[in-house]
């Protein structure tokens, strides 16, 4: 399914803004207000959203009353410093001096995605005139299902002596185990005799150890999943360097 434009919604942007309507473009809209509430949500989810169709859904989910939200480009990487989004934003706004009367607004806006920086929507004028791109719905986050860790830890205690030495057979076991799992990135280290596997799935991590008749299976400190630390590495599985509650 694909989202199409609608009335809700790393780093930062800078925009820039285009107005069809030119009495009041100089003037703040109820699109101005959209486009900073766009803003404050990217900037909310910069951390963990950098990728184009990351900032244009999150544009989409914008949260917006009486208006309505629309991608006309998402390229680049905030990560990179050159993430570029471009939307349309079309509102009602209330005109005139002497007798207040409803106009629809449209106006865009450029958002220059970065890591680091402030979220200033620039209005684009003229307005780009460009199809709204259709973005992908968001695809359910990764995860591994809660019987995985036992499952693991059984398969792995029932390998013949001579598997519990072959990466393969250890992998195999490992992957058996968390049928069922989203988005799962198998990855496998060896240190010494020992055998070490790590399973990453968005938050969760599964990391098991296996050298000779010992089997350990765990997860590691949240703290090792922060950006910057030990992650979920097979090769603190392999040497048991992360605590093991097992």
């Not at 107005?19 to 990217?42: F, G, K, N, Q, Y």
């Not at 349309?88 to 607004?105: F, L, M, N, S």
């Not at 359910?140 to 030495?165: I, V």
């Not at 185990?177 to 596997?197: E, F, H, Y």
Request: proline letters at 9%; aromatic letters at 4%.
């Amino acid at each position: 399914m694909l989202l199409a434009p609608a009335a809700t919604g790393l780093a930062v942007l800078v925009l820039t803004g285009c107005a069809l309507d030119s009495p009041t473009a100089t003037r703040t809209t109820a699109a101005d207000s959209h486009a900073e509430a766009v803003s404050r949500r990217i900037q909310r989810w910069q951390l963990d959203s950098h990728l184009p169709m990351d900032f244009a859904r999150l544009a989409l989910e914008t949260q917006i009353s009486g208006g309505r939200i629309e991608i006309l480009e998402a390229r680049g990487d905030a990560w990179n410093d050159d993430g570029v989004l471009l939307v349309r934003i079309t509102a009602e706004d209330i005109t005139g001096h002497y007798e207040a009367k409803t106009a629809t607004v449209t106006r865009c806006y450029r958002y220059a995605v970065t890591k680091h920086g402030d979220a200033k929507p620039d209005l684009v004028d003229p307005c780009p005139d460009l199809p709204a791109m259709a973005i992908p719905e968001r695809p359910p986050p990764p995860m591994l299902p809660s019987p995985s860790w036992d499952r693991a830890k059984a398969a792995l205690a029932a390998l013949a002596p001579e598997q519990r030495t072959n990466m393969a057979a250890v992998r195999k076991a490992v992957e058996g185990a968390i049928t069922g799992s989203r988005g799962a990135n198998v990855r496998t280290a060896t240190d010494g005799s020992a055998l070490g596997v790590a399973v990453r799935a968005g938050d969760d991590c599964l990391l098991a150890r296996v050298d000779g008749d010992r089997v350990n299976v765990w997860s590691p400190p949240p703290s090792y999943l922060e950006p910057g630390e030990a992650g979920c590495d097979p090769a603190l599985a392999a040497r048991g360097d992360t605590p093991d509650p097992h």
